[in-house]
């Protein structure tokens, strides 16, 4: 697990995911040209569950996105 601080809008928080959750997290942000802080945001404000759930729940679905777009 690592465990990283980040800024949200108005509060610090600290974040643990796995390193290849992190590394996921980068590739997505680069792949929508824009900061892993402000994915992360972009996640905390449409989540209902708690950070680090809702953040590995909207990877997950991003490489299945990917898949199945891949597979047609």
């Known amino acids: 697990m690592q465990k990283k601080s980040i ?3 108005g509060h ?3 974040i ?3 390193p290849e959750f992190w590394q996921a997290l980068q590739q997505i942000a680069q792949q929508k040209n824009t900061s ?3 994915l992360i945001i972009q996640i905390d404000n ?3 569950s708690n950070l680090s759930s ?3 729940v909207y990877i997950l ?3 299945r ?3 199945e777009n891949n597979i047609d």
């Open 61 to 63: 679905n991003k490489f």
């Open 36 to 38: 892993v802080r402000k």
């Open 12 to 14: 610090r928080t600290s």
């Open 65 to 67: 996105q990917q898949c």
């Open 7 to 9: 800024q949200l809008t």
């Open 16 to 18: 643990s995911l796995e």
């Open 46 to 48: 449409t989540r209902t």
């Open 54 to 56: 809702a953040l590995r």
